[in-house]
């Protein structure tokens, strides 16, 4: 036989945002945002938890707090609209597609309970009232004092920094047509953004609810509850030798539960002298009888010392209930909720009890609005800063809310999360400046998280200038279609500095950087020039591009302008008078013949290809045949400053990228180093980015000025794996300026990867205020483009040339190597 809800529900009405209960208790509710799981150190808990306890203070006697965090099993969905036509895009999409998580809300519910509030009985009869209602629903001054205390409570929490609160209104308390409101969804354990659903609720042997079989776990005796609390607790799997990794003292109960639960927190905020007084006369009882019976004794010593902490030290008295509401669908992981409840609640050295005959009371108190007509004698006396320990203090990672960023995977499951570590920062005040310092040993998955970067990058816009050192970057560049440059005897790396895009100009900046180029080629490093070369070199300049804008038919290369110094501009010295000593043509011709038609070099600066390297957005300079070449080297360098430069000034509005890895020879070099120093510093006022990545720490501090420059002006710090250098982790720590919790943050990377998928982890840091670590975890797909093994890179080589491009290679080599699998 079936009772209909409405007969037995305890609240009466929701208006003005409050929810009103057949015995006039009234409740306001809040939506919380809690800081991400694996973000806070060991101070920020102990702050974390003072702003708990300051806040649950505030609250009236007769007032009940009651927090509720809703774990959910859900996964993602795909979103092939927003992925757009990019190939590897649409790949990550489909990779992640379904893929398992756990969604977190949180609720704070605050009730205010009337002083008169008593079960109906003979000797206490509505008759006896002056009035039926209470005095505290229906005396708006009552009703304000409550409201008062709930804003005070409120703005603690704010002002910690830690946590955000939302009223909720009418519509998110009782609902809507569309939209289940929180009572609803409490009674029927509807999902968040579900449709009403009604269900029938059986609680005869057990709480289910339509198919969910529901288990309720509690801690509410003091003999199950852990000798010991506090605000954090170490989390073993990301835990060191050197260093201990925190997370909240209830996060076993939270996030790291892998089921469907809701996790009720509740305080009951009673007279206080009342309780102090019933405790005196317990201990006067227990003193009694403690010559009797040891336990009495033990018993009395407790209840002594828990009345001279609350006179002590001033700590009014609560009463405190946590308990835990696990359920599922499928009978079979019914079976194991209570082995994972069991382990989730020994990690805190507590004792789950499964509630049977009472569940369905307590159950029935959860209810947004019901909290008063909680069953007491589940509850335990205790102070706030107790309480405080059991609450559930972290949640989910966050989606940046920045239109710009990257995809990466949160550290429990690999859900993904988009992540901005160049604007939002800047934005919220963490960083002053967008350029990046990456560190990371061979192996730790670096060069798969600098493309997996570069590549959303350009993808939204940014141009991309790489410089590399073996090649990484090769299947990437070739997917994008950019220009790769690089040197081998067959094909010798190649470029145009006379080349002049359409709508550029000959402007001062352009022709400063070609004179440096024939300056750097016709001089020493240690040859100063002098005063009349440079404007004679000038001068010739400007009379070449004269020519080419009368003829048109010309080509600009270096072929060109070497014919027109030997033909007209030698005239044009000789009618001018210009002594030989001033600026010895001659000289110059010999000395750069090399690099004119049939030279040694002639292929250096005479390209006819790739000439566009202003709108390119995508270009590698890779530099590992060259980086020692006492020719090729220095022009190339000079090349690549020119370009970045002019794409920096010239560019505006558009995101520009340079990323240097492993060059360090270059680096180290006077000419690069300086103009590193410069970059660094001068680069964000171009809404721009320099990334420097290497493998060893000793290799920045070879370069004193790159150390410098570097360092101080890379406000987000990237770190892969470090496990190697566990044991002198200090010196890096030291010299890159990290915190004890960074510290930790890095050294737990990869140490507890689930097996059965492959990925790493990466460690971000954004001016030292703001740290987390993330999966770098890729589709098939994006592992053939971004992979730097080399029998891989052959094979995706092979596969393109066959079925005709880079695209259709890797995707038919993923769909046979996923059919192998």
């Known amino acids: 036989m079936g009772i209909e809800i409405n007969k037995i529900l305890p609240l009466t009405k929701v208006e003005n945002g409050a929810i009103l209960s057949a015995n006039g208790d009234i409740t306001v509710a809040y939506k919380v945002s809690l800081p991400e799981i694996f973000?806070?150190?060991?101070?920020?808990?102990?702050?974390?938890?003072?702003?708990?306890?300051?806040?649950?203070?505030?609250?009236?006697?007769?007032?009940?707090?009651?927090k509720q965090d809703w774990f959910t099993e859900s996964s993602y969905k795909a979103d092939f609209e927003k992925a757009g036509k990019s190939f590897l895009s649409r790949s990550s999409e489909r990779f992640f597609n379904e893929r398992e998580c756990l969604e977190h809300l949180c609720y704070i519910f605050l009730t205010q309970k009337p002083k008169d509030r008593k079960l109906a009985s003979s000797a206490y009869s509505n008759i006896l009232r002056k009035s039926i209602v209470p005095q505290q629903t229906v005396n708006p001054v009552l009703y304000k004092d409550f409201l008062d205390s709930a804003g005070q409570f409120e703005r603690i929490l704010t002002d910690s920094g830690f946590v955000t609160l939302n009223r909720l209104d009418d519509d998110e308390l009782a609902g809507t047509?569309?939209?289940?409101?929180?009572?609803?969804?409490?009674?029927?354990?509807?999902?968040?953004?579900?449709?009403?659903?009604?269900?029938?609720?059986?609680?005869?042997?057990?709480?289910?609810?339509?198919?969910?079989?529901?288990?309720?776990?509690?801690?509410?005796?003091?003999?199950?509850?852990?000798?010991?609390?506090?605000?954090?607790?170490?989390y073993d799997k990301y835990s060191t030798d050197r260093t201990k990794f925190s997370i909240g003292f209830a996060s076993p109960l939270g996030q790291l539960l892998p089921c469907n639960h809701i996790l009720n927190q509740y305080i009951f905020i009673?007279?206080?002298?009342?309780?102090?007084?019933?405790?005196?006369?317990?201990?006067?009882?227990?003193?009694?009888?403690?010559?009797?019976?040891?336990?009495?004794?033990?018993?009395?010593?407790?209840?002594?010392?828990?009345?001279?902490?609350?006179?002590?030290?001033?700590?009014?008295?609560?009463?405190?209930?946590?308990?835990?509401?696990?359920?599922?669908?499928?009978?079979?992981?019914?079976?194991?909720?209570?082995?994972?409840?069991?382990?989730?609640?020994?990690?805190?050295d507590a004792i789950a009890k499964q509630e049977t005959d009472g569940a369905a009371q307590i159950w029935f108190a959860g209810m947004p609005g019901n909290e008063a007509d909680f069953p007491m004698n589940d509850s335990f006396d205790t102070f706030i800063e107790q309480a405080a320990c059991f609450f559930n203090l972290e949640t989910n990672y966050r989606n940046s809310i920045s239109p710009f960023g990257m995809r990466m995977g949160d550290r429990l499951t690999g859900n993904p999360v988009h992540v901005?570590?160049?604007?939002?920062?800047?934005?919220?005040?963490?960083?002053?400046?967008?350029?990046?310092?990456?560190?990371?040993?061979?192996?730790?998955?670096?060069?798969?998280?600098?493309?997996?970067?570069?590549?959303?990058?350009?993808?939204?816009?940014?141009h991309v200038v790489l410089v590399d050192v073996g090649h990484s970057y090769k299947g990437l560049c070739d997917l994008v279609g950019g220009y790769?440059?690089?040197?081998?005897?067959?094909?010798?790396?190649?470029?145009?500095?006379?080349y002049l895009t359409e709508g550029d100009v000959l402007d001062t900046e352009k022709k400063e950087s070609i004179k440096t180029l024939l300056l750097a080629l016709w001089k020493k490093d240690d040859e100063p020039f002098k005063r009349s070369e440079y404007v004679a070199l000038s001068n010739a300049l400007t009379g070449y591009f004269d020519q080419l804008t009368k003829r048109p038919d010309i080509f600009p290369c270096f072929n060109t302008f070497y014919e027109y110094l030997m033909e007209e501009y030698m005239q044009v010295l000789e009618d001018g008078k210009v002594k030989e000593k001033d600026f010895d043509i001659g000289n110059f011709l010999y000395v750069l013949n090399p690099y004119y038609r049939g030279g040694e070099f002639d292929y250096l600066l005479n390209a006819s290809e790739n000439l566009d390297l202003l709108n390119q957005p995508f270009i590698v300079i890779e530099l590992d045949n060259i980086k020692d070449h006492p020719i090729l080297?220095?022009?190339v360098t000079l090349v690549l400053m020119e370009m970045f430069i002019s794409k920096?000034?010239?560019?505006?509005?558009?995101?520009?990228?340079?990323?240097?890895?492993?060059?360090?020879?270059?680096?180290?070099?006077?000419?690069?180093?300086?103009?590193?120093?410069?970059?660094?510093?001068?680069?964000?006022?171009?809404?721009?980015?320099?990334?420097?990545?290497?493998?060893?720490?000793?290799?920045?501090?070879?370069?004193?000025?790159?150390?410098?420059?570097?360092?101080?002006?890379?406000?987000?710090?990237?770190?892969?794996?470090?496990?190697?250098?566990?044991?002198?982790?200090?010196a890096i720590q030291e010299l890159l300026g990290l915190t004890e919790k960074e510290k930790a943050q890095i050294l737990s990377m990869n140490r507890a990867n689930d097996p059965k998928r492959k990925y790493k982890e990466v460690f971000i840091s954004l001016g030292g205020q703001y740290s987390k670590v993330y999966r770098t975890e890729v589709s098939l797909t994006e592992y053939l483009a971004y992979t730097t093994e080399e029998s891989e890179k052959v094979k995706v080589q092979q596969y393109a040339k066959k079925y005709g491009g880079i695209q259709k290679g890797i995707a038919m080599l993923a769909m046979e190597l996923t059919n192998k699998n």
């Open 39 to 66: 973000t806070l150190s060991d101070r920020d808990y102990e702050a974390y938890h003072q702003a708990w306890v300051k806040a649950v203070r505030l609250l009236p006697q007769g007032s009940v707090f009651h």
């Open 177 to 234: 047509a569309e939209r289940a409101g929180i009572i609803e969804r409490y009674c029927f354990l509807g999902a968040a953004e579900g449709n009403p659903v009604i269900q029938d609720i059986h609680l005869k042997d057990e709480i289910r609810v339509g198919k969910n079989h529901c288990e309720l776990y509690t801690l509410s005796d003091v003999e199950d509850l852990p000798a010991l609390c506090g605000s954090r607790i170490n």
């Open 270 to 348: 009673e007279d206080g002298q009342k309780t102090i007084k019933r405790l005196e006369a317990k201990k006067l009882r227990l003193q009694s009888l403690s010559g009797y019976s040891r336990e009495n004794a033990i018993s009395r010593d407790a209840v002594n010392d828990f009345l001279n902490e609350a006179i002590g030290q001033q700590r009014p008295p609560v009463k405190a209930h946590f308990n835990l509401l696990a359920w599922s669908d499928n009978e079979n992981k019914v079976k194991d909720l209570k082995n994972l409840v069991s382990s989730a609640m020994a990690q805190m």
């Open 420 to 462: 901005d570590i160049s604007d939002e920062p800047m934005r919220l005040g963490y960083t002053t400046n967008r350029n990046k310092f990456i560190l990371g040993p061979s192996g730790s998955g670096k060069s798969f998280f600098t493309n997996h970067m570069i590549r959303s990058y350009y993808e939204q816009g940014a």
């Open 484 to 498: 790769y440059f690089t040197y081998s005897e067959s094909d010798p790396i190649k470029f145009n500095p006379f």
């Open 633 to 635: 080297f220095p022009v």
């Open 648 to 730: 920096m000034r010239k560019l505006k509005g558009i995101r520009k990228v340079l990323l240097i890895e492993e060059c360090w020879k270059a680096i180290a070099k006077d000419g690069m180093a300086e103009y590193i120093k410069y970059l660094f510093k001068t680069v964000r006022k171009f809404f721009g980015e320099a990334i420097v990545v290497t493998q060893e720490v000793e290799d920045i501090i070879s370069s004193p000025i790159v150390k410098q420059a570097i360092i101080n002006n890379s406000d987000c710090k990237i770190l892969l794996d470090q496990s190697k250098y566990q044991n002198k982790f200090d």
